[in-house]
């Protein structure tokens, strides 16, 4: 009979926050998957590239695979044989990658130009780095909403109706949204809630745009 362990053996691999064995395999991983892009890149098979470094076919192909830890010897000769700087092969895991976690109702409430009393912007993420720029809202609007501007701004727009009933204007057409209706859009065209129909309302609205706009 079997005596049930108080850890599950594969507990380690999901965990997200795991280091030491875990990291070490994102390395290997990622310099994997270096290598085969780059050889992919120039039309070699693994038999020409691993000829051209000095090792063997499997030895590549395991390299590749994130199967096995390269030595700095290794890397420096794949990357002659690449035709390549000796970092690049650590470029996939030296890459930025960027979350934002927000619980319930905890957005970070700020004011937008144009805003009005009783329109309420929580920020619910925010993209730090890269070329484009992207803002979720969750937009609130109560009976002491005031009326409302048109706004425009560059990049493109979607906006998801949670509740309430808005009708919301796009340029020279208006649409009548409810709970579960969708909207995407041209940020540069007029847009905004027109007629508030049923209040409380809440929508959320993800705004993109080029960095440099």
């Known amino acids: 009979m079997l005596r049930k362990s108080g850890k599950n053996k594969d507990e380690s691999f999901q965990n997200p926050h795991q280091t030491g064995i875990t990291s070490a395999r994102h390395l290997e991983e990622a310099i994997g998957r ?4 780059y050889r992919e890149k120039l039309h070699l098979t693994i038999s020409e590239l691993a ?7 499997g030895m590549l192909s395991k390299i590749e695979n994130g199967a096995t830890s390269p030595s700095l010897s290794t890397l420096e000769s794949l990357s002659k044989a690449l035709q390549i700087p000796f970092t690049f092969l650590f470029k996939g895991y030296e890459e930025f990658h960027a979350a934002t976690f927000v619980k319930a109702g905890q957005g970070l ?3 937008r130009r144009g805003t009005r009393a009783g329109h309420q912007y929580q920020l619910l993420g925010h993209s730090p780095h890269g070329p484009v720029m992207v803002e979720p809202y969750m937009i609130t609007l109560t009976k002491e909403t005031d009326t409302f501007p048109t706004f425009q701004h560059p990049g493109m727009e979607f906006i998801y109706m949670l509740e309430g009933n808005v009708v919301y204007r796009h340029g020279e057409k208006t649409y009548d949204m409810h709970p579960g209706d969708a909207l995407f859009f041209d940020a540069e ?11 409380p309302a809440r929508y959320l609205s993800v705004i993109s745009y080029r960095r440099d706009e």
């Open 189 to 199: 065209a007029p847009h905004g809630p027109e007629e508030l129909r049923k209040l």
């Open 51 to 57: 000829k051209a470094a000095g090792m063997s076919a």
């Open 34 to 37: 270096e290598v085969k892009s």
């Open 109 to 111: 409430t700020i004011e």
